[in-house]
Nanobody, 120 residues
């Protein structure tokens, strides 16, 4: 029983920043790996970043140096700080959770997504 709700998306200009939040309910996420994915119109869902209970992280090459994932287990919340946004970052961003490793894309729980639109 894990419910994930994303928030913080919006319409911004290139170079701006946004901070997305993923609030979890139903149980704590301390033993879960948490990930962010995104899907642009007409494209497949794309892995963005992930973090585990030990705060190990990894990032897609397209966002390294610009995006930062973090988590607050006490608040059951995961964050995605997005800096230097580009039009190519435009997508619906999804929060996801799964037991175990940050490696592998077999995420079990998914949020409904939040829209991020970056204009040129």
């Amino acid at each position: 029983q894990v419910q994930l709700v994303e928030s913080g998306g919006g319409l911004v200009q290139a170079g701006d920043s946004l901070r997305l939040s993923c609030a979890a309910s139903g149980r704590t996420l301390s033993s879960y790996a948490m990930g962010w994915f995104r899907q642009a119109p007409g494209k497949e869902r794309e892995f963005v970043t992930a973090i585990n209970w030990g705060l190990n992280t990894h990032y897609a090459d397209s966002v390294k140096g610009r995006f930062t994932i973090s988590r607050d287990n006490a608040k059951n919340t995961v964050y995605l700080q997005m800096n230097s946004l580009k039009p190519e970052d435009t997508a619906v961003y999804y929060c996801a959770a799964k037991p175990g490793s940050i490696y592998g894309l077999d995420y079990r729980y998914w949020g409904q997504g939040t829209q991020v639109t970056v204009s040129s």
